[in-house]
């Protein structure tokens, strides 16, 4: 089985040419795809032919993958949209070729790649699970400096706050569940994974004050998993789910959207925050955080989140195997 760990470029203008060099120095067996020319100046490469090929030690072992324009920091380029696309293509032809281990990709700009190549996915994660086949995903966000853990998993993602309770439907939900618990138990070597599901309204709708859908869909929802054998515990109230002694009893949480799921872990793992793909045929991981153009090329980047999403995605792949 392949070992290294592919990291993808990003937008070029963005943070991510500078931190894989950064990551590197992490002792992470990496390869990067992407530009050399968009490397930091002074950056120690070695362009290798195969994603398995030895490099010299220190040197950042580089897939390249030529660009139409030079990279200017914090200016993205529509003339690079493109080839930053197609970048994500080879990453994940590569990975279901069984050529690397795993793939974490750096950020990119959805806008950027609107405007530059027609790019006409939410991001990463619809991307991939279309270059998978068109699988069902789900998105999980997970610690990796926190104890207990928090891993969390929004049923509904990039949505208004308006449309979720019409989004939020069973075989939404359920999907979530599954697709938490199948990853748990292979790609984070937990055999008995014990799941959260937080409820959509104030206090899991107390009785149905608040809201029915706790108990015209979630609880029956929970009840008919549970006979399966899931161990599951919900809807609780989402508000007294990530306290540090409410974390230990559960494995991951489910979360009804969004910020529901995100603002517990950016406030506990904020540069620890590690984005993971539950579905794909192969393992994608990501750093929490986006281009951050406004930084770029000043030498202001922290590779933390970068450096825990490849030990994460490394962490998995042995876990996979």
């Known amino acids: 089985m392949a070992d290294r760990i592919l990291l993808t470029s990003g937008d070029p203008a963005g943070i991510g040419p500078e931190l894989a060099p950064l990551a590197l120095a992490s002792g992470i067996d990496l390869v990067w795809l992407g530009d050399p020319r968009h490397l930091p100046q ?62 974490t990709t750096a950020p ?49 993602i990039h949505i208004p706050l308006k449309d979720v309770p019409e989004a939020l439907t069973e075989a939404a939900l359920e999907q979530a569940i599954r697709l938490t618990r199948a990853a748990l138990i292979r790609d984070f070597g937990i055999d008995a994974p014990r799941i959260a599901v937080a409820g959509l309204n104030p206090h899991a709708g107390e009785g149905g004050r608040m809201g029915l859908e706790e108990q015209q869909m979630i609880a029956p929802l929970i009840a008919r998993l549970r006979a399966e054998g899931f161990s599951l515990t919900g809807p609780l109230p989402a508000d ?42 192969f393992i994608r991981t990501s750093p929490d955080h986006g281009t951050a153009f406004d930084i770029a090329g000043k030498g202001l980047a922290d590779p933390s989140s970068t450096i825990a999403a490849l030990k994460m995605a490394e962490a998995m792949a042995k876990a996979r195997a």
């Open 42 to 103: 002074g950056a120690v490469f070695a362009e290798i032919a195969h994603p398995s090929d030895p490099v010299p030690p220190g040197h950042l072992p580089v897939l390249r993958h030529d660009f139409p324009a030079p990279a200017r920091p914090g200016q993205p380029d529509p003339a690079n949209a493109a080839a930053t696309v197609a970048v994500i293509e080879r990453a994940a032809q590569l990975a279901l070729a069984g050529k690397v281990a795993a793939i």
């Open 108 to 156: 990119i700009s959805k806008e950027a790649l609107q405007k530059g190549a027609g790019f006409a996915f939410p991001g990463h994660t619809e991307f991939l699970a279309h270059l998978a086949g068109d699988v069902p995903v789900a998105m999980m966000l997970a610690s990796t400096t926190v104890t207990p853990p928090c891993r969390v998993v929004p049923a509904t």
């Open 240 to 281: 007294t789910m990530f306290h540090a002694p409410a974390r230990a009893r559960y494995d991951a949480a489910i979360c009804a959207y969004h910020d529901q799921a995100l603002i517990p872990i950016k406030t506990l793992d904020f540069a620890g925050g590690v984005n993971v793909t539950l579905g794909l045929p």
